[in-house]
């Protein structure tokens, strides 16, 4: 059965934590982790690039000489490919690099890259995790107690997702919306309690 470390919001350890088998205690399967992660970057792509092609670049309607006679290559418009200032050939367009995987792909990615990190020792869970107000220097001090510099904080406490949100290096999500790539990201997780039992009931 993994474990992990439980702390409280002073920065310090109070005990230990059972992490669920089926979720935390699976053999990693690193190429669905790729392959999950590739999907994301993909689906995160803006698609807005755009470049002329030889048909919309403006001038170049007049051949520049005549076919035959001046010993020079034919030519018939000063904006084709091979002219500075021409078209480009295949030039990009605007498009949507979004693709799908199945659910159970992206489930046992989820577990694998879950299952990595507690392998490894670097999953944190946290007592309660919240904050009477919102204070960027606070949280930042229980990241230095705790050593942790880039870290993905699952909660879905406000005060805390707006006191992190200024700390380079640090992500946080709720408990049903945490993605492959910010756990395989972070070089900690650190988890709220409440939350640790959310993601045991959505992805048990």
Request: with cysteine; hydrophobic share 40%; proline share 4%.
């Amino acid at each position: 059965m993994p474990k992990a470390n439980l702390y409280n919001m002073s920065g310090k350890q109070i005990g230990e934590v059972e992490l669920s088998e089926v979720i935390f205690g699976v053999e990693p399967n690193q190429c669905v982790i790729h392959d999950v992660v590739k999907n994301h970057l993909a689906n995160c792509r803006q698609g807005t690039q755009s470049a002329l092609t030889r048909a919309e670049v403006s001038g170049g309607g007049r051949k520049p000489w005549r076919q035959k006679g001046t010993g020079r290559a034919r030519q018939g418009s000063t904006r084709a490919p091979q002219w500075t200032h021409g078209g480009i050939v295949f030039a990009p367009k605007p498009r949507s690099y979004r693709y799908t995987l199945n659910k159970k792909t992206r489930r046992l990615a989820l577990k694998s890259a879950l299952s990595a990190k507690a392998a490894a020792g670097s999953i944190l869970v946290v007592d309660q995790l919240s904050m009477d107000e919102i204070k960027t220097k606070s949280f930042r001090a229980f990241l230095d107690t705790v050593q942790s510099k880039k870290a993905m904080v699952v909660t879905s406490c406000p005060n805390v997702v707006k006191s992190a949100r200024n700390i380079p290096g640090v992500v946080t999500s709720p408990a049903n919306l945490i993605n492959v790539y910010d756990i395989v990201n972070a070089n900690q997780v650190i988890i709220d309690k409440a939350a640790l039992a959310a993601i045991e009931e959505v992805f048990a």
